[in-house]
């Protein structure tokens, strides 16, 4: 009975044995069946240039290199690798930290020449017995259209073809990088440039008629008339304020209702306004003066060729991940096969009859500024037909890494 027993107790762990080994089989082969060695070079090629690609988007920099040049030469596979700008070596990993002023002038004259170099041993002479620099690939960077820099590739043997294949492959890509870097750079360059202009070109329609409704309250009502002109000093102070590209969707709407205020003073009860404001989204970043143009769009169509009651709606509501805000106005609205490109400039459209064109900036500068913060997803959607009023419509992430409101 016994031996019965020991008999089924070995059967049963060499069955569960041969159960976990072929267990393990089949998961080895389920692995390698989702991640092969070609696959598996893929993502690590992927990975690193990611890396790499992070600090370069930042531009040509010393800071920006030392992230980056590690990142680089594992991609190329070289013994060292140095990245430098038109003069100067800004980061060095790896072998050849000896030859850098050598490596410096070699990666100046192929900037001078556009055009990559390949160094021998003859041409890095060194004292050094232990030295093992044995030659040198340079690339030229460039970026859009013009040289910027060099990518040098040391070698600890013969530069070998597939070296110098591998140096020119990442100083293109590298390259193209450093082009988006500066393409970021020039849309922020255009973002500030379109702040100004609306700064610059807040309708003097506005100002006059604001200007003149305060003027109409200092002798029959100074108090109104002071408060007036206390609305209009903020108002002012925040549209022409010296720095910052981003204002939070609190600031935006105290700035409007400073506006309404001086503009409900001039209209009176022609003017109706409703609001609709999520306390939640408040803290949300947007560009400034992103909605003004929207609501002075609005006032214009509501009251200007309106007659009687003009009804001005804002609305701004909570959408999980991103903020919908909505500006709309029951006045005569025009004709949607006006709008150009998706996006008029409906401010110039609805203008006063005498009023000079350029006065205005347009909605167009502010749909290009929200697509140039968050993305082509998010710009301005406008609703409209001739006697139906106009809505616009746009929406704004709560969070986005790159845009944060200025203090």
Request: glycine share 10%; aromatic share 4%.
């Amino acid at each position: 009975m016994t031996g019965d027993l020991s008999a089924v107790l070995g059967a049963v762990v060499l069955v569960s044995a041969l159960g976990a080994a072929v267990w393990a089989l089949v998961r080895l082969r389920a692995r390698r069946g989702i991640a092969t060695a070609t696959q598996r070079a893929t993502y690590e090629v992927l990975h690193t240039a990611g890396l790499a690609a992070e600090p370069l988007r930042a531009g040509l920099t010393a800071t920006g290199a030392a992230k980056a040049v590690r990142h680089l030469r594992a991609l190329v596979g070289a013994a060292g690798l140095a990245l430098t700008d038109r003069q100067e070596l800004l980061a060095l990993d790896g072998r050849g930290s000896h030859h850098a002023a050598q490596l410096l002038a070699a990666a100046r004259r192929t900037v001078a020449a556009d055009h990559s170099t390949v160094l021998g041993e003859s041409e890095l002479p060194c004292d050094r017995v232990d030295c093992p620099v044995r030659g040198a690939v340079l690339a030229p960077l460039r970026a859009a259209g013009r040289v910027v820099g060099a990518l040098v590739a040391v070698a600890d043997g013969p530069p070998a073809p597939g070296l110098v294949q591998a140096t020119l492959e990442t100083a293109y890509w590298a390259g193209n990088q450093l082009a988006l870097a500066e393409l970021d750079a020039s849309r922020q360059r255009l973002a500030r440039a379109e702040v100004r202009a609306l700064r610059a070109q807040i309708s003097p329609h506005f100002i006059y008629n604001a200007l003149t409704a305060i003027g109409s309250f200092v002798r029959t009502d100074p108090e109104r008339a002071r408060e007036l002109i206390l609305e209009f000093a903020e108002f002012t102070r925040y549209s022409f304020r010296a720095h910052g590209e981003f204002t939070t969707l609190a600031e935006e709407l105290r700035s409007i209702d400073r506006y309404l205020t001086i503009e409900r003073a001039r209209f009176g009860d022609r003017l109706q306004v409703r609001l609709q404001i999520a306390p939640e989204v408040l803290p949300v970043t947007l560009p400034f003066l992103c909605l003004q143009p929207l609501v002075e769009n609005a006032v214009q169509h509501g009251l200007s060729r309106k007659p009687g009651t003009g009804m001005v709606s804002i609305e701004a509501r909570d959408a999980g991940a991103e903020c919908h805000i909505t500006v709309e106005d029951d006045g005569v609205g025009m004709d949607p096969t006006t709008l150009t490109s998706g996006i008029a400039d409906l401010t110039r459209a609805g203008s006063d009859p005498g009023e000079e064109p350029g006065q205005h900036v347009g909605l167009s500068n502010v749909d290009e500024r929200l697509r140039s913060a968050f993305g082509d997803r998010f710009g301005l959607v406008v609703e409209t037909g001739v006697g139906s009023g106009t809505k616009i419509s746009l929406r704004v992430p709560k969070f986005h890494p790159d845009v944060r409101a200025d203090a």
